[in-house]
């Protein structure tokens, strides 16, 4: 019976919480309790019953179905692609290709 007790009035503390944030923002715009909603006051007095999740779920917008899965599996790594560092032994693929030597700048070309 304590455990229901305390169930029922952590509930409604949550509640509360929720509510009052509507509640503090109709009332800077003239809403009192027991007043209807509109220009003429002639809307409904009584607000609706909320039949969305518990508050501390953030778990999708009003959602009570089964619980999906929230992880995504592992990228399998792509064998064909190796970064080679310089503490690594070079591979063939690493090795470029061979340009021959460039004469320094310094050097003259002889045409005849």
């Known amino acids: 019976m304590l455990y229901t007790a305390n169930l029922i009035a952590e509930t409604r503390v949550c509640v509360c919480v929720c509510v009052c944030v509507g ?21 409904i007095s009584e607000a609706l019953e909320n039949e969305g999740q518990h508050p501390n779920c953030k778990r999708g917008f009003g959602y009570h179905g089964e619980k999906l899965s929230s992880f995504q599996p592992l990228k399998k790594p792509r064998p064909d692609f190796h970064i080679s560092t310089v503490y690594d032994e070079p591979k063939d693929i690493d090795r470029g290709d061979t340009l021959p030597p460039r004469q320094p700048s310094s050097s003259m070309k002889h045409t005849h």
């Open 23 to 43: 509640r503090r923002l109709m009332e800077k715009r003239g809403w009192k309790d027991g007043d209807g909603l509109g220009h003429s006051r002639s809307g």
